[in-house]
Nanobody, 125 residues
Framework: QVQLVESGGGSVQAGGSRRLSCVDS????????MGWFRQAPGKEREGVAI???????RYADSVKGRFTISKDNAKRTLYLQMDSLKPEDTAMYYCAADTRSAVCIIWDPSEFNSWGQGTQVTVSS
């Protein structure tokens, strides 16, 4: 049963913007930690941004000031607004949830127990 579905990926030139969306099918959407991760070819999956159930956001240093994570509880949708994109942002982006916790404790992907299928973002120079 698919529970997280991402969309919004695509190709963009450096300096451009893109907004990713992740729709959660669970009615408990607003009660747990959620986040965005990415994985580039040959690299480990890394955390990009995480959001507690009370909307406290944290960002990886590499995206701080350029990316914004947010959610719409009524639409059960998590967003990632990406501005000033760089070629090094090229990766598969994944939406994830830790349905066991209202607070995002650590960035380790293994702590997140629900994942979307991913959406590719390619930034050209």
């Amino acid at each position: 049963q698919v529970q997280l579905v991402e969309s919004g990926g695509g190709s963009v030139q450096a300096g451009g913007s893109r907004r990713l969306s992740c729709v959660d099918s669970r009615y408990t959407f607003s009660t747990y930690c959620m986040g965005w991760f990415r994985q580039a070819p040959g690299k480990e999956r890394e955390g990009v941004a995480i959001l507690d159930s009370d909307d406290r956001a944290r960002y990886a240093d590499s995206v701080k000031g350029r990316f914004t994570i947010s959610k719409d509880n009524a639409k059960r949708t998590l967003y990632l607004q990406m501005d000033s994109l760089k070629p090094e942002d090229t990766a598969m982006y994944y939406c994830a949830a830790d349905t066991r916790s209202a607070v995002c404790i650590i960035w380790d992907p293994s702590e997140f127990n629900s994942w979307g299928q991913g959406t590719q973002v390619t930034v050209s120079s």
